[in-house]
């Protein structure tokens, strides 16, 4: 008896490609996340066939590169000159070695991405319930031009595949076509493949005249029509992959939705082939789902999101986000307008606001990136803020360094951590502070420049201006009356409220500005602290 499983799958995937007007050979280019030649051994690996071959030609070296990466088990086989289908086989039988008459061998074309496992596995078992020395896989469609017909006896018996270039008027109106899939016997097969002659139209040896061979020599040979002739449209040009690239989008979106899946928009919702989705997910519309990406339950995603290869924990929420190779954790809120890059991990119930741009940066469980912020090469603790417009500093133009911030530490709006530099548990920075030395656990760090008040300077310098008529209906006095107009930069006394804020006695050690050329003495601006932003 023979085994229900086959012992060989040979993939042909020699061809050139022309129509695809491309470098990149025709069966590397990608739909749905995987290259057309990744799609078809995936649906042949449910055969679980104890050997592949994929025969590979133009741009061979492209098309073994990607298997030894992706499919290292397949074994390329150089067709060097395409001589035809049958041809490729030939060679591709000679590189697997030894088989017995009875073994099966599954042939198929490279370029076929909407080919169903079902579809393979139902073509094998009719192979092998008839005892068949050949079975063709065939469609049925409108327009048969360009395909190999089914030619049919009497009876509905197969008596042979004509090309259309070879057929005549009549064979021409066969609506049956070859759909270039195949379940073989290798005795026959190769017996029959001994036998091809170059006598045809295009001078090549066809694999299709192996089924004629076999019924004139008395073999079984049987013909299984495809339920969707869809499935067998091979991808010649770019037009083709689109719509292969649609066919795939609405198979993949509606078994989501099947397994519980919300997807409000299917026709702008792209999810790759690799993609993994929990069950009560809702995925909002112009979303790309690429990778490996996965979304645990009661996550909700986009409108607007494209994630490559990112983790969405239990859930979450991810808003017109751009993040790749990230990690986000349960109950997390990311979006609008987050850009996470790789080597980003945000914790339990985090956040990662509008205009956050995440790069490297482990953020601890409850943090939180509310705005306008840059993270790189960062590690934060647990429960900490980080201030709107908050750079981590990380690249001094030669190398890049690492910050590390602890837990339940606040970090003042406009602070710049200029790594390498670390922030204890629970301290905090002062807005607008250029942070460049470690803060100690519980710490105050500021960098306090005193504000300068030069009165009446709209006025003088500004006269006539809407500025200056506000200010006078404010009740400020004309030009000359406050100050010394001929020094209207001298720098005045610090007001009283200033003054009166509290600076940690530290202060002084947090920049050292003897090393810091850019950041001189006297700046404007205030070292505000936080929940001291009520003082004017
Ligand atoms: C082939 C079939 C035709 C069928 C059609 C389905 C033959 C002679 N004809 O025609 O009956 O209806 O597929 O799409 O088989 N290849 C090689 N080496 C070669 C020649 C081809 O590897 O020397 C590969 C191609 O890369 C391609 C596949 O075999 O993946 C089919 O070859 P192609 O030239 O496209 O055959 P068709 O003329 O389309
Ligand atoms: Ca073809």
Same mark, same amino acid.
């Given at each position: 008896?023979? @085994? @229900?499983?086959?012992?060989?799958?040979?993939?042909? /995937?020699?061809?050139?490609?022309?129509?695809?007007?491309?470098?990149?050979?025709?069966?590397?280019?990608?739909?749905?996340?995987?290259?057309?030649?990744?799609?078809?051994?995936?649906?042949?690996?449910?055969? /679980?066939?104890?050997?592949?071959?994929?025969?590979?030609?133009?741009?061979?070296?492209?098309?073994?590169?990607?298997?030894?990466?992706?499919?290292?088990?397949?074994?390329?086989? +150089?067709?060097?000159?395409?001589?035809?289908?049958?041809?490729?086989?030939?060679?591709?039988?000679?590189?697997l070695g030894e088989l017995a008459p009875g073994d099966t061998v599954v042939v198929l074309p490279g370029d076929t991405p909407l080919l169903t496992s079902a579809t393979l596995t139902a073509l094998v078992a009719q192979h092998h319930a008839r005892a068949a020395a050949a079975t063709v896989l065939s469609a049925v469609i409108d327009d048969a031009t360009g395909y190999g017909r089914v030619v049919r006896d009497g009876d509905g018996a197969v008596r042979a595949i004509v090309e259309h270039r070879d057929a005549d008027a009549a064979t021409a109106t066969i609506r049956e076509i070859n759909t270039g899939v195949y379940a073989f016997a290798a005795g026959p097969l190769q017996t029959a493949l001994a036998r091809l002659t170059r006598d045809n139209a295009q001078g090549e040896e066809y694999l299709t005249d192996v089924v004629g061979l076999l019924v004139a020599a008395g073999q079984p040979v049987a013909a299984r029509v495809v339920d969707d002739p869809g499935e067998a449209g091979g991808v010649n040009d770019r037009v083709q992959l689109a719509a292969a690239g649609r066919v795939l989008r609405d198979r993949i979106v509606e078994a989501a939705m099947r397994a519980g899946t919300t997807v409000v928009d299917p026709r702008t919702t792209w999810i790759d082939a690799d993609v993994t989705l929990e069950p009560d997910t809702t995925i909002a519309?112009?979303?790309?789902?690429?990778?490996?990406?996965?979304? /645990?339950?009661?996550?909700?995603?986009?409108?607007?999101?494209?994630?490559?290869?990112?983790?969405?924990? /239990?859930?979450?929420?991810?808003?017109?986000?751009?993040?790749?190779?990230?990690?986000?954790?349960?109950?997390?809120? +990311?979006?609008?307008? @987050?850009?996470?890059?790789?080597?980003?991990?945000?914790?339990?119930?985090?956040?990662?606001?509008?205009?956050?741009?995440?790069?490297?940066?482990?953020?601890?469980?409850?943090?939180?990136?509310?705005?306008?912020?840059?993270?790189?090469?960062?590690?934060?603790?647990?429960?900490?803020?980080?201030?709107?417009?908050?750079?981590?500093?990380?690249?001094?133009?030669?190398?890049?360094?690492?910050?590390?911030?602890? @837990?339940?530490?606040?970090?003042?709006?406009?602070?710049?951590?200029? %790594?390498?530099?670390?922030?204890?548990?629970?301290?905090?920075?002062? %807005?607008?502070?250029?942070? #460049?030395?470690?803060?100690?656990?519980?710490?105050? %760090?500021? #960098?306090?420049?005193?504000?300068?008040?030069?009165?009446?300077?709209?006025?003088?310098?500004r006269p006539g201006s809407p500025a200056a008529r506000a200010a006078a209906a404010a009740g400020v006095q004309a030009p000359g009356s406050a100050g010394d107009p001929e020094h209207p930069d001298e720098m005045p006394q610090p007001s009283a409220a200033e003054a009166a804020v509290p600076i940690p006695a530290h202060q002084g050690d947090v920049a050292h500005r003897s090393e810091l050329p850019h950041t001189g003495e006297g700046e404007a601006g205030i070292a505000g602290i936080p929940g001291a932003g009520s003082r004017t």
């Open positions: 008896m023979t @085994s @229900s499983r086959p012992v060989a799958v040979i993939i042909l /995937a020699a061809g050139e490609g022309k129509r695809m007007r491309s470098t990149r050979p025709k069966v590397l280019h990608h739909i749905a996340g995987r290259s057309l030649l990744h799609h078809v051994l995936s649906a042949a690996g449910a055969l /679980a066939a104890a050997r592949t071959a994929v025969v590979v030609g133009h741009g061979r070296e492209q098309v073994a590169a990607m298997l030894a990466e992706q499919a290292p088990e397949v074994v390329p086989v +150089v067709q060097d000159r395409q001589h035809g289908t049958g041809h490729a086989v030939r060679v591709a039988l000679a590189a519309p112009n979303t790309f789902l690429h990778g490996r990406t996965h979304v /645990a339950r009661g996550a909700v995603i986009g409108p607007e999101c494209t994630l490559t290869d990112t983790t969405v924990g /239990a859930g979450a929420t991810v808003l017109r986000t751009t993040a790749e190779r990230a990690e986000i954790g349960a109950g997390a809120v +990311v979006g609008p307008y @987050s850009h996470l890059r790789p080597g980003t991990r945000l914790g339990r119930e985090g956040k990662i606001g509008s205009f956050v741009e995440t790069k490297s940066a482990d953020l601890g469980n409850q943090t939180k990136v509310p705005h306008l912020a840059y993270v790189g090469d960062a590690v934060v603790g647990e429960r900490s803020n980080i201030g709107c417009t908050t750079v981590f500093v990380n690249y001094d133009g030669v190398a890049k360094h690492r910050t590390v911030i602890g @837990s339940d530490v606040r970090i003042g709006s406009d602070t710049m951590l200029v %790594a390498p530099v670390t922030v204890g548990d629970g301290a905090y920075t002062g %807005a607008g502070s250029v942070i #460049r030395e470690d803060v100690p656990p519980g710490a105050l %760090a500021v #960098r306090e420049g005193r504000q300068r008040i030069i009165e009446g300077w709209v006025s003088r310098r």
